[in-house]
């Protein structure tokens, strides 16, 4: 949580830019009340762009389930990846260690991006992301 809260620090002083796909943001609206009204909170502390699943992502989205990166059941984190590789994203940052932040899917991302000739994509787990920007503290 201390390395999400700094993230969330990044973000406010706009060190580094948020970006949000419409599928995070469907996701954040199926939440219970009291969970949605606390997302809600954050992200509006921060500045941040919405990208949308279009044709293009879900395209991508589903080489990687054809390659096998990731099965079916896991389409929407097929294309919260997409999206940001269709929307020149350098860097996705993600707590979902089962499908997104492992070794398997970044080597596959980075494989099928590639043979689909999009530039490669950085995936990170916030405590990646902050690690040393708070040594002086």
Same mark, same amino acid.
């Given at each position: 949580?201390?390395?999400?809260?700094?993230?969330?620090?990044?973000?406010?002083?706009?060190?580094?830019?948020?970006?949000?796909?419409?599928?995070?943001?469907?996701?954040?609206?199926?939440?219970?009340?009291?969970?949605?009204?606390?997302?809600?909170? =954050?992200?509006?502390?921060?500045? #941040?762009?919405?990208? &949308?699943?279009?044709?293009? /992502?879900?395209? @991508?989205? +589903?080489?990687?389930?054809?390659?096998?990166?990731?099965?079916?059941?896991?389409?929407?984190?097929?294309?919260?990846?997409?999206?940001?590789?269709?929307?020149?994203?350098?860097?996705?940052?993600?707590?979902? =260690?089962?499908?997104?932040?492992? #070794?398997?899917?970044? &080597?596959?991302?980075?494989? /099928?991006?590639? @043979?689909? +000739?999009?530039?490669?994509?950085?995936?990170?787990?916030?405590?990646?992301?902050?690690?040393?920007?708070?040594?002086?503290?």
């Amino acid at each position: 949580m201390a390395d999400t809260l700094k993230l969330w620090n990044m973000f406010k002083s706009g060190k580094h830019k948020a970006i949000i796909s419409n599928i995070t943001l469907d996701e954040i609206y199926r939440c219970k009340d009291e969970k949605l009204s606390k997302l809600i909170d =954050f992200l509006n502390q921060i500045e #941040y762009s919405i990208v &949308r699943a279009d044709n293009e /992502v879900l395209a @991508l989205a +589903g080489k990687f389930i054809d390659f096998g990166v990731l099965r079916q059941k896991s389409f929407d984190d097929c294309a919260h990846i997409a999206a940001a590789i269709v929307n020149d994203c350098d860097i996705i940052v993600s707590w979902n =260690f089962k499908h997104i932040v492992n #070794y398997k899917t970044i &080597r596959g991302v980075k494989v /099928v991006s590639t @043979l689909e +000739g999009y530039k490669d994509v950085l995936i990170y787990s916030p405590t990646i992301l902050v690690e040393g920007e708070y040594e002086d503290e």
